[in-house]
């Protein structure tokens, strides 16, 4: 492990415990860890072995967490905290605490082939998002390639501001992969925001034909490519025209002549919500033997009033499935926490709706059901951007912990609600409607257990 002397249940600043590695590059591990304070799971990137002491590459890894922590976007990786500590084995360590994501990169991804179009748009268009927040921050990713985009529950997130830069910063050396280095900067141009467009440009040409546009993979071979002035061209049956345009655009060798990453987002959003698709995120698995099983819950009522025993609807999402279009659901099939009514309820159970002749309400969930209806809350509000990420992580943590072991859990409910009061004030949940739902499916929660 690159000569690291960290090892499982080392504790870094009495804080972090250390579960299992589960990445490395060559300078960095990276950890799965339990975050003891606040009590939820993190990735730690450790500086760890010979260059852990290495005064320069602790500040590079100072600056990747400040990058990333400037980016204020749900689709960047959360950063939460940053420190240099002795390890128990006399070493110094430099870390970065991150959001820990479940997925697979889009590298991943485009070891099957290219994606529908509709998808690659989509999935565009989102890292288009985050570099236009990136770049109004004064921050340029310099790496925006497949291994540093992930497929997550939570969505499409951009990750690895390792080589970031400030806009008008120069270096000495090239950094970043061969093909989705902006030609100008083998010549030392400095850092700017169409240096990253121009990576987007490869990457959705990539997502759209299975290969990057120049394909080179080294300095010397991206360089007489470049000085070819191969012209790519983009061929894909159904593709909007503005969608090639823009990609095209992208890859302009004179960066004058390229749009900004918002225009390209807001090209490629135009061309998503026109042709009626989405992205949805898909749980990613490393090993293909996993699955994520959601169960919907659909409440019949049988012609004589009587309840029917709910019948579970099961749908299973592996990481190959493509995304797939969302369809609001029918008024019947609203799960018990969407009927919930807004506002913490006083008996912690769904109120029925006023109607002639009221139908009795179902028979109250199990503590597994409940806690998956708030995981589907959180999924929902997530995904529409009204939670931002460490809160999702940290909502998922406790509610988690509460199914496996429900024991005297009334507690730890009251403290989860106590904290979604205040993530609603301070702007963590973004929409009284998003904590309205969040904090009924809660007591919904709390009742099942009772």
Request: one cysteine or more.
């Amino acid at each position: 492990m690159h000569d690291g002397q960290l090892r499982e249940g080392d504790v870094l600043a009495r804080r972090y415990i250390l579960k299992q590695p589960v990445g490395a590059g060559g300078m960095s591990v990276v950890w799965r860890a339990w975050d003891s304070t606040l009590e939820r799971t993190v990735a730690v990137k450790v500086l760890d072995g010979p260059i852990g002491t290495d005064v320069g590459q602790r500040d590079r890894i100072r600056r990747e967490a400040r990058a990333a922590a400037r980016i204020e976007h749900p689709n960047a990786i959360g950063v939460y905290d940053y420190g240099e500590t002795v390890t128990t084995h006399g070493r110094i360590a430099a870390y970065v605490v991150m959001q820990l994501l479940d997925g697979t990169s889009l590298a991943g991804r485009l070891a099957e082939g290219p994606l529908p179009w509709t998808d690659a748009i989509a999935v565009a268009a989102t890292v288009a998002d985050v570099l236009h927040a990136a770049h109004r921050r004064g921050v340029v990713h310099r790496d925006v390639t497949p291994e540093n985009v992930m497929l997550t529950t939570d969505g499409v997130k951009l990750l690895d501001f390792g080589i970031a830069a400030d806009v008008g910063q120069r270096d000495t050396l090239t950094f970043g992969t061969p093909p989705y280095v902006a030609p100008e900067r083998l010549v030392g141009a400095p850092a700017s925001g169409s240096t990253d467009v121009y990576a987007l440009g490869v990457l959705l040409f990539e997502m759209l034909t299975g290969h990057p546009p120049l394909r080179a993979a080294t300095w010397e071979e991206l360089e007489r490519a470049v000085a070819a002035d191969h012209r790519p061209a983009l061929n894909v049956h159904g593709l909007p025209p503005a969608v090639a345009a823009v990609c095209l655009r992208c890859l302009n060798t004179d960066p004058t002549e390229r749009p900004t990453a918002a225009e390209v987002a807001a090209t490629l959003e135009s061309s998503s919500q026109r042709h009626g698709r989405r992205w949805v995120p898909v749980l990613a698995v490393s090993l293909a033997a996993l699955v994520l099983v959601g169960l919907t819950y659909v409440w019949r009522n049988r012609d004589d009033g009587q309840t029917a025993s709910p019948t579970p609807t099961v749908s299973i999402f592996v990481s190959i499935l493509p995304p797939v279009t969302v369809q609001p659901p029918p008024a019947a099939t609203r799960t018990a926490t969407q009927a919930a009514p807004q506002g913490r309820p006083s008996s912690g159970a769904p109120a029925a709706s006023p109607s002639p002749n009221p139908t009795p309400a179902p028979s109250r969930l199990t503590p597994q059901q409940a806690g998956q209806a708030v995981l589907d809350v959180v999924d929902r509000r997530s995904a529409a951007g009204e939670l931002r990420s460490d809160v999702v992580d940290d909502i998922r943590n406790q509610v988690n912990n509460i199914m496996i072991n429900p024991v005297g859990a009334a507690p730890r409910i009251d403290r989860l609600r106590n904290q979604l009061v205040d993530r609603r004030r301070e702007g963590s949940i973004t929409t009284a409607a998003a904590y309205q739902e969040l904090d009924a499916a809660v007591g919904v929660l709390a009742a099942s257990l009772t």
